[in-house]
């Protein structure tokens, strides 16, 4: 989430106070204003088409992403079951009506949207030279916050291809010229073999299963005059933040590598906003399990010696699986990754793979952002010469059927057993 790294100097009252007004100046009514979930995906299509330009891709069986090139470039949402499917990404309905502009995030939704690391530190984005890193002084980097991306080739089936320039200036007055391509496209069942195995796959495409796939992949150029981007003065990653519609019946699930906490770390960084209730994040020995119900603001990260490239979560109200599959390094340990932590940081190179967040109430009887929860990826940080380029693919799949053929899949990709994560969450 966009707040996904504060640090203790930060101060939640100011927050939460000059949240609660945004989201009253917005015409907030309750949560279930905001949810989404209650559209089906031709209305959640309509709604977008009133405000902005829509690329739609589809495919024969159903499956439908919806893309708005202006609004950043996002993949605002999908279906797997044609125009009267659940429509999946969270849209932030009082946002769009309203049609204001915010400095610090110009939070429209989005299933799969991209921004670049690190948000604080030394090195930080999103605060200028000097600063001290506190809300008020924070604010989304207009080359993330505002703009389009072009259409860069005509339309082809199942792909979207996007391209803008993009300039920064980072907490060191280290400034950057970035050449940025983003490519949507729909994953077909050769995809999806290659990433869960042929088993899996099999599953996915059987007759009654509803399914939809796709991918972003990423890719920032160096096209800043000829200067390198070094660890001295400061490296980016990309960083990729899907939105996806809550449930009361929604739990995230996170495969980790298992181990000594001596070697290792610990399982899962779950302080980002304070400590976690028990009932809300559990950890078993297949999976870090962790509520996406919007019923409490929460963060859970995973370190590069913990983390796969594989994370998803389960709606047991609408029976759907969901599979985020991302690119990582075969060992992430070799690779540095930027610390997204406001503040002063002792290890800026060392950051989290992946990243879930759940929404919830600003303080006790105040609304949240939205009834929605997010799966993230980053890409490591390189030091990219003049003309070098980083590339990051994250991918998302809704599986919609039968509890049987879900929990098979869940084994074959996750690791983990339904009925299992059910009683350990939702506890019936």
Not at 6 to 21: C, D, E, M, R, Y
Request: charged share 20%; with cysteine.
């Amino acid at each position: 989430m966009f707040n996904s790294s504060w640090n203790k100097s930060f101060g939640w009252p100011q927050l939460f106070a000059l949240a609660a007004v945004v989201a009253m100046a917005a015409g907030t009514a309750n949560a279930a204003d905001q949810k989404g979930s209650d559209m089906s995906y031709q209305e959640a299509k309509d709604f977008l088409a009133r405000y902005t330009k829509v690329v739609e891709l589809t495919n024969k069986e159903g499956g439908r992403v919806a893309i708005c090139p202006q609004w950043q470039g996002r993949v605002m949402t999908s279906t797997c079951a044609g125009p009267d499917g659940l429509s999946f990404g969270f849209i932030n309905k009082d946002f769009v009506t309203a049609g204001k502009s915010d400095l610090h995030f110009n939070n429209y939704g989005a299933e799969d949207r991209m921004w670049l690391s690190p948000e604080g530190g030394p090195y930080s984005l999103w605060f200028k030279p000097g600063v001290e890193q506190v809300f008020e002084n924070w604010h989304t980097p207009p080359a993330l916050n505002e703009g389009e991306f072009e259409l860069s080739s005509k339309p082809e089936p199942g792909v979207c291809r996007m391209s803008r320039l993009m300039k920064f200036r980072n907490t060191a007055d280290s400034e950057y010229e970035l050449s940025v391509i983003r490519v949507a496209r729909l994953l077909d069942k050769k995809d999806l073999a290659g990433l869960f195995g042929p088993a899996a796959a099999k599953l996915i495409e059987q007759d009654g299963v509803k399914k939809v796939a796709f991918e972003t992949v990423n890719t920032i150029t160096n096209i800043g005059a000829g200067k390198p981007m070094t660890k001295e003065k400061g490296l980016v990653s990309i960083w990729m933040l899907g939105m996806l519609n809550a449930s009361p019946q929604t739990v995230v699930i996170v495969p980790y590598k298992a181990g000594d906490e001596s070697k290792l770390g610990p399982v899962v960084k779950s302080d980002y906003f304070g400590t976690i209730p028990p009932e809300r994040l559990k950890i078993t020995p297949e999976a870090i399990l962790f509520m996406g119900d919007a019923g409490c603001r929460s963060k859970i990260g995973t370190s590069q010696k913990r983390a796969k490239n594989i994370l998803g979560s389960i709606d047991f109200e609408h029976g759907v699986l969901t599979l985020v599959s991302f690119s990582m390094p075969d060992d992430p340990t070799k690779c540095d990754y930027m610390n997204n932590m406001w503040g002063k940081q002792d290890k800026s190179y060392s950051g989290d793979v992946a990243n879930a967040y759940n929404d919830g109430p600003l303080e006790p009887g105040q609304k949240g952002m939205g009834n929605f929860y997010e799966i993230e990826s980053l890409s490591p940080a390189v030091e990219l010469l003049m003309g070098k380029s980083l590339t990051h693919s994250h991918r998302t799949v809704h599986v919609q059927a039968d509890m049987g053929t879900l929990t098979q899949l869940a084994k074959d990709v996750l690791g983990v057993d339904l009925a299992s994560v059910k009683k350990e969450m939702i506890g019936k």
